[in-house]
């Protein structure tokens, strides 16, 4: 069983910066690309960015391009995100998952088998 841990959120103002962490168990970790999703309040789980399992291709929804950065370490079972120039829009639970072996969509919330319990990010105008 995998189980994912999401750590580091909290509230900023807007052009901050937040460093979010997810620890994961078992011993597979660097078999599997891991992605990051996060849900505002009355939206869809949406795409944020994906990073694959020997962290040499990422990829990233246009709206955090340029600003957010996704980085892996397999040696801690570790994925995380760095967040700068945090808008109010950022604002929404992050959800840390690991993706299926064989997908035909990266982006889609569907071709991810575990999730973390996520972490709130709150930003302020």
Known sequence: QVQLVESGGGSVQAGGSLRLSC????RT????????????PGKEREFVAAITSLGRSTDYAD???GRFTISRDNAKN???LQMNSLKPEDTAVYYC????AR???????AEYDYWG?????????
Do not use: E, H
Request: overall charge positive; charged content about 15%.
């Open 23 to 26: 620890a994961a168990s078992g």
């Open 29 to 40: 970790f660097s078999a599997y690309a891991m992605g990051w999703f996060r849900q505002a």
């Open 63 to 65: 709206s955090v391009k």
């Open 78 to 80: 570790t994925v995380n």
């Open 97 to 100: 998952a690991r993706r299926r």
């Open 103 to 109: 997908v035909t969509d990266i982006y889609r919330a």
């Open 117 to 125: 319990q996520g972490t709130q990010v709150t930003v302020s105008s």
